[in-house]
T-cell receptor
Framework: ETGVTQSPTHLIKTRGQQVTLRCSSQ?????VSWYQQALGQGPQFIFQYYREEENGRGNFPPRFSGLQFPNYSSELNVNALELDDSALYLCASSLETTSDTQYFGPGTRLTVL | KQEVTQIPAALSVPEGENLVLNCSFTDSAIYNLQWFRQDPGKGLTSLLLIQSSQREQTSGRLNASLDKSSGRSTLYIAASQPGDSATYLC???????????FGGGTRLMVKP
């Protein structure tokens, strides 16, 4: 059973550009949550996808959007990048939305110059 | 709006010491609380999960307690080791939906 994987590992973009981050959930997990972790801070919830539908959203602007595919992998898209978007982006998968256990991926480090 | 605070922000102790990490939250209407470990630049590993109806959970040298009415949780680490050096995060779940609110973390350094 493979764990949660994320790609790419690191990414450098310039202000105003768009970025897509990818997450492959653990086998059989239908729920994926995305978090943003700025340097020295705790993760902040961005949104959650369940069976290809957005199931909840944190306090992030609409330029943060996502997708979940039939195989339950997921993408996080960020448009019009700002310097403050520089962070570690984590995804986590769980068997169901109500499962107690979430499994986190290693994250994608995004740097916006 | 739920806010989670962790004190201290950083802690340095000699090997072998017992230590306590603190977590407080503003809204006591939680579903569960979790403690995570994060190594530098890495993802999160779940250490302990306490349901709102429970008072504590233990795993090896780790013990976590929960006082929901006062909005507090503590993580007790016994006989600390250099391998325990990491950032420890607590997170609360307001319902069964796994949309976590995290504290800022405590960065722990255990010196040999």
């Amino acid at each position: 059973e493979t764990g949660v994987t994320q790609s790419p590992t690191h990414l450098i973009k310039t202000r105003g550009q768009q970025v897509t981050l990818r997450c492959s959930s653990q086998s059989g997990h239908n729920t994926v949550s995305w978090y943003q972790q700025a340097l020295g801070q705790g993760p902040q919830f961005i949104f959650q996808y369940y069976r290809e539908e957005e199931n909840g959203r944190g306090n992030f602007p609409p330029r943060f959007s996502g997708l979940q595919f039939p195989n339950y992998s997921s993408e996080l898209n960020v448009n019009a990048l700002e310097l403050d978007d520089s962070a570690l982006y984590l995804c986590a998968s769980s068997l169901e939305t109500t499962s107690d256990t979430q499994y986190f991926g290693p994250g994608t480090r995004l740097t916006v110059l | 709006k739920q806010e989670v605070t962790q004190i201290p922000a950083a802690l340095s102790v000699p090997e072998g010491e017992n230590l306590v990490l603190n977590c407080s939250f503003t809204d006591s209407a939680i579903y569960n609380l979790q403690w995570f470990r994060q190594d530098p630049g890495k993802g999160l590993t779940s250490l302990l999960l306490i349901q709102s109806s429970q008072r504590e959970q233990t795993s090896g040298r780790l013990n976590a307690s929960l006082d929901k009415s006062s909005g507090r949780s503590t993580l007790y680490i016994a006989a600390s080791q250099p391998g325990d050096s990491a950032t420890y995060l607590c997170a609360v779940n307001r319902d069964a939906g796994n949309m976590l609110t995290f504290g800022g973390g405590t960065r722990l350094m255990v010196k040999p």
